[in-house]
């Protein structure tokens, strides 16, 4: 009985205990399902762009070692140090350290810090400034900080000054990006700019904008250069410069701008005036320039063609380059064609059985530029295998003829005209500009291969009078071995015949043109414009008379339709011009040779001036266009329109500004300025 009782009590406290464990893990797994609902929960919501707002602000720089700003420094590393992990965008091409260093300094960003060690030596009262431009954002969402510059000086003090303005290239007016722009003293002597690095330097922008800061009081010239070589110092021809030879002397007013706070991304919130320090100069103008290239070499020799051997040089010279046949004999083996400028010639060969051959060898002797700069004689053995070797040619002949022989047989089939011998192939003409013209125009007659003879007797033209066509004068002049021009008196609104008879022109090797006949309509003045531009402002000569003005006619895209002189009082005028939007150009021929001049520094020569009219010029049929320039009327940087600006300005980098959408989603009212995002 007592162990029934007892056993009874002891299965009672189990079944007792067994309760509280099943109530325990009943609470422990209710507990357990609330905690990790929570936690991914929580794990959403962190995800959710609705949980806070985005980081709008750039970075801010929250110390330096050396201090910015400091004085009596030593050390050639500096660490700058930020609010926010940072990114640094093209250090090497925005960054610019002042005085220019010869040896590279060392930029890199990590983490919440910058660090640039600068590996020249530090020289005594001097200051140093390192431009960011915009190179530097925050790591997360890219803000840019905007242009940022620290500076110090290894004197007592630090130099404040800036000197700023546009670099353009003399010849077009467009801006010049990433060149080099730079200060020297202006009692320094010329050749500092072939043996000195520049003092401050700065570098353009997309829109050839500079800014040369950390400037100490005095008096500079301004140089600009395309170094190539990394020394800061005009010492390549190639290298393309610019120098100014007015007194440059920097100075700062106080002065007041309207800053714009935006409410939105198209409503003004205020237009605050903010004051600032105004430094001066800040519009120097730059004109870039390449030196004549007058240092002569080879730079390649080719046969393009199986006929025709070609010598490219860099520069012309006056007497031709003189070659013999080393496994040939050169004697009158060639009809020579030579470029303009002398540094392109080509030699066409007239036998064809040279043309057939795969290799020719030559001696080449000519003028070329030696170490010293001098022009000396070189000779060259060089030798000449066509692209398209003959065996391949003749496949490609043979081709040709298997496919005329089956054309001829499937005529003969259908007892259709046919031909038993392949003709030979015919001399083929071309004629510019069409079959439009005006009454200023000439017609040029070109061929492929050099010509042996032109009989002008079977060349006609014909007007037609009512309904009948009579015989008309020309004149037909060589141009080259390859081409004629055709000149007439055309009458406006005539029609004109062309006609050319067969074998009127005979290449070198044998082939006729066949007979030819062309129509020719003389346009209508009424469905042309006609544009007169006056010109003032024009620059006098070394010679004290006013330069010659040349005006040029430009279309849409800013390429020259056609240039005309001034006469004595400024005026010219553009007959037969096409209905259409133009621009204007000019040049100011100061030596009268009618073509525009680049400069030469050693010489103290600058580019002849170049203008550009700043609005564009309508032109309708019918009308009578005038326009007045005066070509100073304007600073040169603000000259060329900028619809035909080929070098656009960089796209400046803006906040994303994100948290604008989000307040007006939320209802709330967000104000943007200059430092970020405010209620």
């Known amino acids: 009985m007592t162990n029934d009782i007892g056993r009874m009590k002891t299965r009672k406290d189990n079944n007792n205990v067994n309760g509280i464990r099943h109530q325990f893990w009943l609470v422990a797994g209710a507990l357990s399902f609330i905690i990790c609902s929570l936690f991914f929960s929580a794990c959403a919501r962190m995800g959710n762009p609705d949980g ?3 980081d709008d602000t750039p970075p801010r720089v929250v ?37 220019p260093q010869i040896e590279q300094a060392e930029i890199k960003a990590a983490g919440k810090r910058i660090i640039i060690e600068l590996k020249d030596t530090l020289k005594e009262h001097t200051t140093y400034t390192i431009d960011f431009s915009d190179a530097i954002t925050d790591n997360n969402e890219g803000n840019p900080m905007g ?13 404040t000054l800036e000197v700023a303005g546009y670099v353009l290239n003399a010849e077009d007016l467009e801006p010049v990006k990433g060149i080099l722009v730079g200060l020297q003293p202006y009692d320094s002597p010329d050749s500092i700019f072939h043996k000195e690095p520049m003092m401050r330097v700065s570098r353009t922008n997309g829109s050839g904008r500079f800014t040369v800061k950390g400037v100490a009081p005095g008096s500079y010239r301004a140089f600009a250069l395309n170094d190539a070589d990394g020394d800061y110092v005009f010492g390549q021809k190639s290298e393309m410069i610019a120098y100014s030879r007015d007194s440059i002397v920097p100075s700062w007013m106080p002065d007041t701008r309207r800053d714009t706070i935006w409410r939105d991304s198209l409503h003004i919130a205020n237009i605050v005036p903010t004051p600032y320090t105004h430094f001066l100069p800040d519009d120097l103008t730059l004109l870039c320039f390449q030196e004549p290239q007058t240092d002569r070499f080879l730079l390649k020799s080719e046969r393009a063609q199986p006929e025709k051997i070609s010598l490219y040089f860099t520069y012309g010279h006056d007497s031709l380059p003189a070659v013999r046949g080393l496994d040939f004999n050169a004697d009158s083996a060639f009809v020579v064609e030579y470029s303009l400028k002398r540094d392109t010639v080509h030699y066409w060969l ?76 015919m001399l083929q003409l071309k004629v510019t500009p069409g079959s439009q013209i005006t009454p200023l125009q000439t017609l040029r007659i070109e061929t492929i291969e050099p010509l042996l003879s032109c009989d002008t007797s079977m060349v006609h033209l014909y007007s037609k009078v009512d309904t009948l066509w009579y015989p008309s004068p020309l004149e037909l002049r060589q141009l080259s071995v390859r081409s004629y021009e055709l000149t007439a008196d055309w009458q406006e609104k005539t029609e004109y015949s062309l006609e050319i008879d067969s074998a009127a022109f005979v290449n070198i090797y044998g082939q006729v043109c066949k007979a030819t006949k062309m129509g020719i309509k003389v346009a209508n003045p009424d469905d042309f414009s006609t544009l007169e531009v006056t010109v003032g402002g024009a620059p006098i000569t070394d010679a004290d008379t006013l330069a010659v003005v040349v005006v040029q006619l430009l279309d849409g895209t800013g390429k020259m339709l056609s240039q005309q002189a001034a006469d004595g009082s400024g005026k010219t005028k553009f007959l037969y011009v096409k209905p259409g939007t133009y621009y204007l150009s000019a040049f100011c021929d100061m030596n009268g040779n009618g073509q525009w001049d680049t400069g030469i520094y050693d010489e103290d020569l600058q580019p002849e001036p170049v203008f550009y009219y700043n609005e564009e010029v309508e032109c309708k049929a019918k009308w009578d266009v005038s326009r007045r320039w005066n070509l100073t009327a304007l600073p040169r940087y603000r000259q060329k329109p900028g619809k035909i600006i080929k070098q656009k300005p960089d796209q400046a980098k803006k906040l994303k500004n994100r948290n604008l959408e989000r307040a007006k989603q939320l209802g709330k009212e967000y104000i943007q300025d200059k430092t970020g995002m405010r209620m």
């Open 52 to 54: 806070g707002w985005y």
């Open 63 to 99: 110390g330096a070692t050396p201090t910015d700003g400091g004085t009596a420094v030593k050390a050639n590393k500096v660490t700058i140090d930020f609010n926010e992990y940072i990114k640094l965008e093209n250090a090497n091409e925005k960054v610019i350290v002042s005085p």
């Open 147 to 159: 242009n940022y510059t620290y500076s110090f000086s290894t004197g007592d003090h630090i130099d």
């Open 350 to 425: 007239r036998d064809t059985a040279l043309v057939n051959r795969d290799t020719l060898t030559m001696e080449t002797r000519y003028m070329m530029t030696d170490t010293l700069g001098m022009l000396e004689e070189h000779t060259d053995t060089l030798t000449f295998i066509p692209k398209v070797l003959f065996a391949k040619r003749q496949k490609e002949l043979e081709k040709e003829l298997e496919k005329w022989q089956k054309e001829q047989e499937r005529k003969k089939k259908r007892g259709l005209p046919y031909d038993s011998v392949m003709p030979p192939k």
